[in-house]
């Protein structure tokens, strides 16, 4: 029932929805990103981010400082943040922010399943793991050795197994066919979360389906730029694609066939929201282009607390927060290596 | 009439003290102790100077960064104190300040010492924890061993029809081995270990996914918690045996237990051999924990000696970053030899100030001393009352609401008296009184113990406002004496009734009415009222009387206030067009009708104010009939009809338009508007207390004054109705009281039986508790609040100060770190 959202939501959701917009406040703003960008050396920023939300996780913590605590510590208080709303959350909310995770999760599989492969020392993995994508048996998916095994000993008990439908083979795993996987769980993911959404109804479905159908776009375009000059057939390509978005269907087409990255740039440039991505970018150059998405998605993901009663702002509060310690973690790398005049290059200003 | 107003002796309550901006020039060698000094002083409040600085800009950044990083270890101590369990027995000594320096060598090194200690007790705790585990596998692992054996062995000799023998484990043993032969022939291999319990039935799950279900899992609990060392918690573990066949599946399973954390240990087939690794372990076990002992006596013991200083390095380290938070406010001077900083200080503080310079400039042996001196400013100053332990409490109320304007008449002085007393008109029961009046000696009683401790936040509210208590049931006793109410019970205390029986049967006492034979009872209400049938229309009538005086003569003394205020900003527009008809228009109206109320008291007439009041609006020239109170009344409504129709005008209308006209004649011939510009006033220093002119704006002058009539005029009606909560809520609260004696108390002693008097004792004494004597006083209390607040203040008084915050090491908090 949309538009009647506002009679009920808070009966379950109101008290969350403060929560999370709270949270929201606390995000760094461009004056913040400023400071942080002037710091000379890490015990400098931790300075200042103690005069932030981030000071709690961060007191506490010896002197010679860390890129890896920093962000060790911030991702820890979004997922303190995370569990405390997943604690107070009722159906359908506890589902939803659920569904959130399951990219963490898939990014973890494929993270431990590849580094298993490599012969990677199993605990090593595992802290470099996204907390928020762990779940119970995720340390035993090295001893899988095909992708039949991977789904029958470890996934058939996670929420993920539904999505390994497609993709059970009997072939050994290797590096192609991890990203294949990756790939094709992401966009099961991603249809069964849309699905879901829709299914919610009223504004939540009227938010998240934007929000989503530019993250299928955008891993449209990811994939496509990947894989040109790869052995990956145009089908096989045609398959990763989402089965919703802007660019279903027409741009899929276009895009399975490209062969560089100027044609990418002529398949997307049709689409009015893509155009002005493209436009800023040279040329043949597709390292900003991550960039250029990001401050897109940032935009959109703001634009998404303008509404009330809808559960798209605790999606775009997680997604925020991400953004905001990747930033931080940029930042860090940074401040660290002495390379201060690159800062801008990848901090994408949330405020 | 005005000198003799100018020459009342200043009251130090009723207007903030007199504040300066005052400027401080520091030598940079006895900076550090001046502004220590001036912390112990706390009576100057540093502006801060450089506050578009983000904070590591700052000059001294490092040391803060270094206090920060102390304090961060003093944590890190306390931590350990509180997980060694040593917090309690712990009393702090004094000892003389060491250098900051100094302390932070010792706490780095007795960091390193305690860091170095818990690596080694966590690394022989692992040790002793996988020792542990081993026993226990051994030990569990090997009955499993045994008891398949036996059950094989068992289904053979059930076979062979043999008697099932005693000695089961001598049995077992000596086939043990064959058993393993065959097993061994068969493939058959087994592992065994340890896991979380928490685990157990998913990591079964997986091995027997796994395997595809050809294992056999046996497990059994450990019989002993084992710690953590991540959570230094006891957890439970299970012991298991996983038997399987096959090279590949062993290399899985070895896998699913690292995955999932279990602990695999080797148990030999042989049993001799298990017993001897046993009794290895058991001394192995016995040794480590005697190290393990020696271990925390020698780290409790370093954790004592540090926790005797604890209190007092936490104490500096705060005090210590204080002052580098202070001087990052402070200017370097063009010289760069200086700090300059500003700060407002009470004008009587100003000698204390220049004198800890001076002290602070002598005990560093500085060459240059420090200067002082006074700036003027525009920006308003701070707000700062002296107060003591007693207006505290009554200050803190007015403050809640909003803090004075500086120098504004300050409503906490009639607050000390005004406040418990109209708690106490709606809170008047002796009884009660006494009970609130125990429960404040206890208080103030206990006062400097309590005050040391920390409470909790009922328990502080309630201590915060002590002396509160204490006057509102002093004047809740005098209220109840004039109610006549000791739990809702009348008493005769001041003499005998006025009233008599008209007989000596008494029959008709509730339906003719008593007669009156001699004077009136001399104090408070005649206890001959209670439960007769017009108590309640007369103490009605009594109460809503009172509470229209009390209401009106408070709001008048609000009015009073603003005059005063008026006067003391010398603006004689606010005292012509704003007291004046504001002071007419109520008391033409309510003022008039209180007269009447006082009249008719004295005179005793049977007159309907009612009607008075209404119908000198609707029919101001009919006659008043019976209602007359006295001569030329009717005259005198039409005079005060027409006075109150004149204030409401003239408190709208001139105010606005006199501003309009001053204000174009100050800029009378400037046609064109000020250069709002740096250039324009080169004094003007960045982030000084100046501030630029403002403009006039008539139209928002004009809806302003508005508002602000039209709101007194409906505020003198509806807040003289809002007094009528006096009498609402103490009319509530002898009901309730009587309700409870009555309906409760009384009724249960009408039984002759112990237990239903003692639980209607036991209802009547929880009722009295809890419900007259918390709920009661916690609303009587809200609402006397609320008159305060809106009734009475709203009348002078602005609230849109600011507090004066000192520096002072005594009100860093320990949260502040």
Redesign the interface.
Known sequence: MYGFEAMTFNIHGGYLEAIVRGHRAGLLTAADYN?LC???TL??MK??L??TEYGPYL?????PLHTTTIVEKCTLKLVDEYKHMLCQATEPLSTFLEYITYGHMIDNVVLIVTGTLHERD?QELLEKCHPLGMF??I?????AQNMRELY???LVDTPLAPYFSECITSEDLDDMNIEIMRNTLYKAYLEDFYKFCQKLGGATAEIMSDLLAFEADRRAVNITINSIGTELTRDDRRKLYSNFGLLYPYGHEELAVCEDIDQVRGAMEKYPPYQSIFSKLSYGESQMLDKAFYEEEVKRLCLAFEQQFHYGVFFAYMRLREQEIRNLMWISECVAQNQKSRVHDSVVFIF | MEKFIDNLSPMDLMRSEKMSLVQLIIPVESAHRAVSYLGELGLLQFRDLNAEKSPFQRTFVNQVKRCGEMSRKLRFFKDQIIKAGLLSSIHPVVEPDVELEELEMQLAEHEHELIEMNSNSEKLRQTYNELLEFKMVLIKAGSFLVSNNNQAVAEEWELSENVYSSDRYVEASSLLEQQMRTADQSGLRFISGIIFQSKALRFERMLFRATRGNMLFNQAPAGEEIMDPLSAEMVKKTVFVVFFSGEQARTKILKICEAFGANCYPVPDDFSKQRQITREILSRLSELETTLDAGIRHQNKALTSIGYHLTQWMSMVRREKAVYDTLNMLNFDVTKKCLVGEGWCPVFAKAKVQEALQRATFDSNSQVGSIFHVMDAVESPPTYFRTNHFTNAYQEIVDAYGIARYQEANPAVYTVVTFPFLFAVMFGDWGHGICLLLGALVLIARESRLSTQKLGSFMEMLFGGRYVLLLMSLFSIYCGLIYNEFFSVPFHIFGGSAYKCRDATCSDAHSAGLIKFRDPYPFGVDPSWRGSRSELPFLNSLKMKMSILLGVAQMNLGIILSYFNARFFRSSLDIRYQFVPQMIFLNSLFGYLSLLIIIKWCIGSQADLYHVMIYMFLSPTDDLGENELFWGQRPLQIVLLLLALVAVPWMLFPKPFILKKLHSERFQGRNYGMLVSSEFDPDVEPDSAREHHEEFNFSEVFVHQMIHSIEFVLGAVSNTASYLRLWALSLAHSELSTVFYEKVLLLAWGYDNVVIRLTGLAVFAFATAFILLMMETLSAFLHALRLHWVEFQNKFYHGDGYKFKPFSFALITEDDD
């Open positions: 400071n002037q710091c000379e015990d400098d300075m200042h103690s005069a007191q506490n913590e010896p002197s199993v119970d048996s340390a035993t998916l090295a001893v029958r000993l470890v």
